[in-house]
């Protein structure tokens, strides 16, 4: 990935319209973000840079890098950079194209070559490879694009790539080797893939930037550049017309004569397919041609993938290159009285026989071009049958019908290139519509199940609910009766606590006249043993008269026998009356005694009695709260079940 000259923006919305224009597999990926969309990102190593995923982009989703940036700050640090310039730009810029090299000479540019003179050496280097070795039928290769794609994928075919440099390489093998030019070399471009062939190895590091036209108009026009219109300083030829469709094939033509049969092939639409369908026919020399003038833009470099874009399809620049072939075959001379190649007063041999004069300085060798096959690195795996139709089914394709819709729509002609990718792991079957149609369909019908299932699951809890809710309010029913029994219940409470609170003070006011009826007593039984108390003195003093009459009468002897009797008698009456009243004594005591702990309960009574009465008073006062909080909970049961039948109304 970082060997990517094109890349992808974040305005990428996966509509994997560059899957379907790139020629390379694989150089498009389709991945998803982590918030699941999908992107197409750019593989490095794959890509040949043909630019045709950023003429396709409708969202201006893809960008390409080169070395302008590092050219310009190295202008800046005051690097010695001499340009080569690619004959396009004349094309494209015929009115600025002084005034831009100016801007660059004061931006400290040292010296200027027009790469049409390297055009004029490759054309030279063409015709005489092809002549001494009797190489026909090969393939040219100014283009990067088209060397990238045979390398990559059909390195069968390298031994039919032309191997002679570009008009790039050869103007710079030229100011290097032949003009001795010491500086930095940058190469002003219309090809975004030049980059790739200055890096190869296989070109020797001569040049050491390429700035496409783009970037270099933009750097100019955003920093104000002044200027000192100039020219490039080298004379060149036909070889200003390479640029444009067929301008090899003209060149050789031109020398050769119109007999040449050179087959001319250009556009990523068409080349790519061209050179897969006739690569047996090319890889084994069956073709009549001298060689196959191939190119990958439709509008050759003049349109080419690094200019910019008000530029890709202006008519004015193919107008502007018309004009400058033509000054290149109206000129007769050349410096020094020499006849020039380029003079169309001339035979194809005469002109073929000048060119040659005016080479024969250099060496074929200096300008011959090796490859590398490099397609270990774009290997693509196809999968068995088996494997195939695994992914077949994991994409719910398993009929044939399905399995060839071929609507493009992932980006691939047909849904067996689909698979492969996914095989290969650079898309996902995600990114197959159909196979997201299924999936929305199936769910559908799944959802279509559930909402069935959940409907009938309504349905019966809608009958289960109007029995939970006939359940609740038997259930009301039942509580609001229990309810009212207690309501009533604790009126009754309340009234029957009320009614003994009465009867308790009446208790109370019994306990009370009791306690004084048992003083009163209490106060009789102490007179009594007072009286007892009298009697048992009487007795005393009866007993002591008693005795002294006995004593008198045994004095009177027979006289007093009668009186003494009587004394007797009195003397028994005595003793009884003071134990009688010593019994009485002992009674009242005890009465005294059982009437003062009768008191001391009375008393305990009291204090019950009161208590009780003060208790049932406050339990009086609560079952008159409880019959007001009764009444709450019934009206709240009532809200309760009238809401339930609004339930049941509303549905």
């Known amino acids: 990935m970082d060997k990517r000259l094109i890349y992808t923006l974040d305005k990428c919305v996966g509509c994997n319209r560059c899957i379907g224009v790139c020629p390379c597999p694989g150089a498009n990926v389709a991945k998803r973000t982590e918030h699941g969309v999908n992107r197409i990102i750019v593989n490095g190593e794959r890509c040949i840079a043909c630019g045709a995923c950023i003429d396709v982009c409708g969202h201006d989703a893809r960008k390409f890098a080169d070395d302008t940036e590092r050219f310009f700050l190295d202008l800046q640090s005051g690097k010695k950079i001499s340009i080569l310039i690619a004959p396009a730009f004349k094309a494209n810029y015929e009115k600025e194209y002084k005034t831009m090299l100016g801007q660059l000479k004061s931006l400290g540019v040292n010296r200027f070559i027009n790469v049409s003179f390297g055009a004029d050496i490759t054309t030279w280097a063409y015709i005489k490879y092809i002549t001494e070795n009797q190489f026909y039928g090969g393939i040219s290769q100014p283009c990067p694009a088209v060397v990238g794609y045979i390398e990559k994928y059909m390195p069968e075919v390298i031994p039919m790539l032309m191997p002679v440099h570009s008009p790039m390489m050869c103007s710079a093998i030229y100011a290097k080797k032949y003009m001795e030019i010491e500086d930095d070399l940058a190469f002003i471009s219309p090809c975004i893939a030049k980059k790739n062939e200055i890096d190869d190895p296989n070109c020797g590091g001569d040049i050491r930037y390429s700035v496409t036209f783009e970037h270099l108009v933009q750097y100019l026009k955003e920093h104000s550049v002044k200027e000192t219109p100039i020219t490039d300083e080298i004379e060149y030829g036909l070889g200003s017309i390479y640029p444009m469709p067929g301008g090899l094939k003209e060149n050789v033509c031109w020398f050769l004569g119109e007999d040449a049969c050179i087959r001319q092939v250009e556009g990523e639409n068409h080349l790519y397919h061209y050179l897969k369908n006739n690569k047996e026919m090319i890889t084994k020399k069956m073709t009549p041609y001298l060689f196959i003038d191939a190119l990958n833009c439709s509008g050759g470099c003049l349109h080419g993938t690094g200019v910019e874009a008000k530029n890709a399809d202006n008519e004015e620049i193919y107008m502007a290159i018309q004009r400058i072939r033509k000054a290149s075959k109206n000129e007769e001379k050349r410096k020094k009285g020499k006849v020039s190649a380029w003079s169309k007063m001339l035979e194809p041999q005469n002109r073929l026989k000048a ?181 048992i003195n009487i007795a005393s003093q009866t007993r002591l008269l008693a005795l002294n009459a006995c004593i008198e009468a045994a004095r009177a002897g027979e006289a007093g026998k009668g009186f003494a009797i009587v004394a007797d008698e009195i003397n028994t009456l005595a003793e009884h009356s003071k134990k009688a009243a010593d019994d009485s004594n002992q009674n009242n005591k005890e009465i005294k005694e059982r009437i003062e702990l009768l008191l001391e309960n009375m008393q305990k009574l009291s204090e019950i009695v009161s208590d009780v009465n003060e208790k049932t008073q406050s339990l009086a006062a609560s079952s008159q709260e409880t019959t007001a909080s009764i009444d709450t909970v019934a009206v709240t049961i009532d809200e309760v079940q009238n809401k339930l039948k609004q339930m049941i109304k509303m549905e």
């Not at 290969?424 to 019908?445: F, M, P, Q, S, T």
């Not at 006011?509 to 009163?520: G, I, P, V």
């Open 355 to 535: 060119l040659n004069e005016q080479f024969k300085e250099l060496k074929l060798e200096d300008f011959i071009r090796r490859y590398t096959d490099r397609s270990a690195e774009c290997g693509i795996y196809k999968p068995t049958i088996e494997q195939e139709q695994e992914i077949f089914q994991s994409m719910m394709k398993n009929t044939q019908k399905k399995q060839n819709i071929n609507c493009n729509g992932c980006g691939y002609k047909k849904c067996h290139m689909m698979v492969s990718a996914i095989f290969n792991g650079y898309n996902y079957k995600e990114n197959c519509v159909y196979y997201i149609r299924d999936l929305a369909i199936n769910e559908k019908e799944s959802i279509d199940q559930l909402l069935t299932k959940v409907h009938d699951q309504q349905a019966k809890s809608k009958e289960r609910k109007d029995e939970i809710v006939a359940q609740i309010n038997e259930s009301f029913e039942e509580i609001d009766s229990v309810v009212q029994a207690i309501e009533t219940g604790s009126r009754g409470n309340s009234e029957d606590s009320m009614s003994i609170s009465e009867s308790m003070s009446e208790v109370r006011a019994f306990s009370a006249d009791l306690k004084d009826a048992l003083d009163e007593i209490g106060g009789s039984i102490g007179n009594l043993n007072k009286n007892n108390e009298d009697v």
